[in-house]
């Protein structure tokens, strides 16, 4: 495989809206952003995904785009997005701008003129239907946030459809001249000097729906191919997709570098692990932690050479792993750095979400009215409706909600976190005092200092080819709580051993230590044979080839 720069690239993804407030009015902004640039220098990402920016109702927080070309009032100004790339440059960090092409916001200038009369030259921007023959909704096809997928238009009695909310109109990528205007845009913006995309749901592009085919529909490929022909195919940059539906032998269709589509995609078969088979995240069902050592391993191996993996814990849709899938409360600082070990160890980009380098939580406010999130609220009206009781949707939000994610970032022990001096959108998360950056950075061993030593290795280290190209080994694959692993190459035999559990236990494992790389707890136990494992203790050993 032809090595590419974004190989060793760590990203750190930032929502902007709960990053930092410079201008008081509770909102991050993108000054914000360019304020703590050093801080992220320091830290040793080379990427920035920024979360959008754009022009935007903010129905759902920036997803719905009005103006692709324009920035949000409430986030600044194009000078202040050009100096962010250009501070950022400078610092060696390239900003990953997100894309939303699946649709856009019912506000935009486009679907403003659609509406108007069925002959209006962008009406086939997007995606209409004569009601069906009872007069009810087209077909059966659902939104994401519960309810029909279709709303109805009075002026011109026709239903458009909306996968999102329905201030969020699906765009009908089979109009030529529609692909072509998002292709110049995305132009627009590689001009200007910006790492590569992030790309929304882009899997439903290809949508077939009165198939109701939505995810990998059959002309998903040629446009990615002619999207990268027409864009961002003639630049050096990082595009990764977002790919729900995603399975080893789909994702190398988009990642084969000889296909000419985009450098690899987030999917999601690792973290929906424990999502009910039909109501998904919000019943959460027991962690099965072998499937998880397969599923992980699985797509190690099965994109060797061929595509490449995105290495994810959370984003600003996931929980936080620390409190998902760990113990953030007594074990909290070793929980999140044997999840970033594990992690970073792999083969693929590693991606960090703002706040997860210091061991941000979960929140659990105490009334519906605190949260934000439209897909919350339309969950909890959905299903009270259904007969589940207020107490049974306030745990599933506190377990599965995306605001867990969109807390403002904790910077320091003073009031609101040092994120606003004014009204946060969203509350501040009550353990910032103890949970923030300035702790972070005082304290050696905290878990910032551990995600800088991983990101180190990676990028900078006698190891960092075995990390990013050796092979990969599952060991003990039936080992209900330990997930370990090697790495290897010509030069170098890596070992990678977690305690996923609160226990100590003992294990036996092959092979004679040379060196300790990276560990989570004081007085590492070099002794393979009896190998002495701490709760949720970590530990990178080099062994003898």
């Known amino acids: 495989m032809e090595k590419k720069w974004w190989h060793r690239s760590v990203v750190y993804q ?38 959008p920016v754009y ?20 986030f600044g100004t194009m000078a202040d997005m050009d100096e962010l790339i250009e501070q950022a440059n400078q610092r060696g960090i390239r900003i990953l701008m997100d894309l939303v092409v699946n649709h856009t916001s019912d506000e935009h200038p486009w679907f403003l003129e659609a509406k108007k009369s069925k002959n209006n030259p962008y009406r086939d921007y997007y995606i209409w239907r004569d009601a069906s023959e009872d007069d009810g909704v087209p077909n059966e096809l659902n939104s994401t946030f519960s309810g029909t997928a279709w709303q109805y238009d009075e002026t ?30 995305m132009n627009f913006w590689l001009e200007k000097g910006i790492g590569g995309f ?53 994702a190398k269709l988009y990642s084969d570098p000889s ?57 600003h849709d996931l929980p936080r792993i620390v409190s998902r899938w760990g113990n953030d409360q007594q074990y909290r600082v070793q929980t999140a750095k044997m999840f970033a070990s594990v ?53 599933a939000i506190w377990k599965n909600g995306r605001d867990n994610a969109r807390t403002p970032m904790q910077w320091d022990e003073s009031k609101n976190a040092g994120f606003t001096t004014g009204m946060p959108w969203l509350k501040v998360n009550p353990n910032y005092k103890t949970i923030n950056v300035q702790n972070a950075l005082k304290d050696k061993q905290s878990i910032f200092y551990h995600y800088k030593s991983l990101i180190e290795l990676r990028k900078n280290s006698q190891y960092s080819e075995t990390i990013i190209y050796g092979d990969y080994q599952l060991l003990l694959p039936e080992d209900q709580q330990v997930f370990a692993y090697i790495r290897e190459d010509q030069q ?54």
Do not use: C
């Open 492 to 545: 170098h035999r890596l070992l990678v051993v977690a305690n996923f559990s609160e226990e100590q236990i003992v294990r036996t494992l092959e092979g004679e230590v040379k060196d300790v790389i990276l560990s989570n707890y004081d007085e590492t136990n070099l002794d393979l044979s009896n190998l002495e494992l701490r709760p949720y203790e970590a530990i990178v050993f080099e062994l003898n080839k």
């Open 259 to 315: 296909r000419h589509e985009l450098s690899m995609v987030f999917q999601f078969e690792h973290v929906s692990i424990d999502w009910h088979p039909q109501e998904g995240k919000w019943r959460p069902t027991t962690f099965d932690f072998i499937k998880f050592k397969e599923i992980m391993s699985k797509w190690q191996t099965s994109l060797k050479g061929e595509g490449w993996n995105s290495l994810f814990w959370n984003n």
């Open 14 to 51: 930032i929502y902007p809206r709960s990053f930092k407030d410079t201008s008081g009015n509770g909102i991050g902004d993108l000054r914000g952003v360019i304020e703590k640039l050093d801080y992220l220098k320091e830290l040793g990402i080379d990427v920035i995904w920024l979360s």
């Open 156 to 185: 011109t009695q026709q239903y458009y459809l909306h996968l999102f909310s329905k201030k969020q109109p699906d765009l009908n990528w089979g109009n030529q001249k529609l692909r072509e205007e998002i292709y110049q845009m």
């Open 343 to 395: 992690l970073h160890l792999m083969q693929g980009t590693p991606y960090i979400f703002q706040g997860e380098e210091i061991g941000m939580t979960n929140v659990q406010f105490e009334s519906l009215e605190e949260y934000n999130d439209i897909e919350i609220h339309q969950f909890y009206h959905d299903n009270l409706k259904k007969g589940y009781t207020h107490e049974q949707m306030m745990e």
């Open 198 to 250: 992030r790309m929304d749901v882009i899997d439903l592009i290809g949508k077939e729906i009165d198939q109701l085919i939505t995810g990998n529909g059959p002309q998903l490929h040629p446009y990615l191919q002619e999207m990268n022909q027409a864009s961002f195919g003639n630049y050096d940059v990082l595009t990764v997709g977002e790919t729900w539906g995603a399975t080893p032998e789909i």
């Open 55 to 74: 022009q935007s109702p903010m129905d759902d927080n920036g997803y719905d785009i009005s103006n692709y070309q324009g920035i949000a009032p409430e």
